[in-house]
């Protein structure tokens, strides 16, 4: 019998297996929207958490609603796509979703930073840590990828098809990974055998396996994740997501996020400029600091020089780049070329696809 019909094997008198979390759904959809959707991590990549250290981890269920602090800009970032580029007309409400790893007994205070904000959004996943705790599960505590995956795959399922999605994480965990096999999974790359094998390769739990497999077993197939940002919280050299492919962007900070969100076409020029001046006001960048990150992510080829070029006398003009710095014109687009549609995301060295 192979490790897949393992899996499958379910005792007709138990409820089917499914993993602890808790998620709201705060919005009916209708089922022919198509547009933008936006996916986002919250410790390190909303808010500033030090998880790092134990002292930081005591307090985190401790602190309040006001004592949570923003990654710099990201309460403006978030805004603006949920509002997307239109200056005129209907303002628009975007989908917004929220994927944490922290337990839901944090719901309330999150909850409250994101009022505070004036950040709306239509549904929030938290990991169920004492869940697992109470079944001895206690290695999956810091292990995410099952954990994510079922909280995206149940998302999308309750999602209209048409919806496009961009993926927002960090660097401190494996957010790069679970959006990439989250890609090739919606995209039917990945699913059935070649699902559970490659789950069980990077560290997974039988059971989250089947789950996850079993999640991914009723969808449709398509491409639709368009975009994986990860914000570079521990200065992780972006030469290491490169085997990621085009789909994944590292960026040194929020502005770098913006930047390539204004190429796209998500967010507009004028939002762009709220940011930096944000980052600027808040002490998280001064001008030097703005242009090196305009700078960076256009040698790396995630913002064209045309795009910079557009922007740069309105960020002069408010002194958010020194006055003597320039963009030059280039002839060749600066973007990288869009990634085959039968390309994996997840890099081979994570996937599993032999028969077994």
């Known amino acids: ?45 909303y808010l500033s958490t030090d998880i790092d250290t134990v002292r930081g981890m005591l307090a985190v269920p401790l602190d309040l609603p006001i004592d949570k602090r923003n990654v710099a800009g990201t309460d403006v970032l978030l805004r603006a796509l949920r509002r997307g580029p239109t200056v005129d007309g209907p303002i ?64 999308r399922a309750e999602l209209p098809w048409g919806v496009r999605e961009s993926a927002f994480g960090d660097d401190t965990e494996t957010d790069a990974l679970i959006y990439a096999l989250y890609a090739d999974i919606v995209a039917g790359r990945l699913r059935g055998p070649a699902l559970a094998n490659t789950l069980r390769l990077n560290g997974c739990e039988v059971d989250d396996c089947s789950y996850v497999a079993r999640l991914a077993g009723h969808l449709r197939t398509e ?98 780049v020194p006055k003597a710095s320039a963009i030059a014109q280039v002839d060749a687009p600066a973007h990288p070329a869009k990634r085959d549609a039968p390309d994996f995301v997840t890099p081979a060295r994570h996937l599993d696809l032999t028969p077994h």
């Open 1 to 45: 019998m192979s490790f897949f019909e393992r899996l499958k094997r379910v005792d007709p008198t138990q409820e089917p297996y499914r993993y602890p979390l808790q998620r709201t759904q705060e919005r009916t959809f209708d089922r022919d929207l198509t547009g933008p959707l936006y996916i986002w991590d919250i410790d390190e990549t």
């Open 223 to 320: 491409e639709l994740v368009e975009a994986i940002y990860i914000r570079l919280k521990k200065r992780t050299p972006p030469s290491r997501f490169h085997v990621f492919g085009p789909t994944v962007i590292p960026c040194y900070d929020i502005l770098q996020m913006g930047l390539n969100l204004v190429e796209r076409g998500h967010i507009a020029d004028h939002q762009l400029l709220e940011l930096a001046t944000e980052l600027v006001a808040s002490g998280s960048r001064d001008a030097v600091g703005i242009a090196r990150s305009c700078y960076d992510l256009c040698e790396r080829h995630h913002v064209g020089a045309e795009t910079l070029a557009r922007l740069w006398p309105a960020l002069k003009r408010a002194s958010l």
């Open 92 to 155: 628009r409400s975007n989908p917004l979703y929220f994927v944490s790893a922290s337990p839901p007994q944090l719901r309330r205070v999150i909850e409250k930073k994101m009022l505070l904000d004036g950040v709306e959004y239509d549904g929030i996943t938290f990991k169920d840590q004492l869940a697992l705790l109470r079944n001895g599960r206690v290695a999956t505590l810091k292990h995410h990828i099952a954990y994510k995956l079922s909280a995206l795959l149940l998302n």
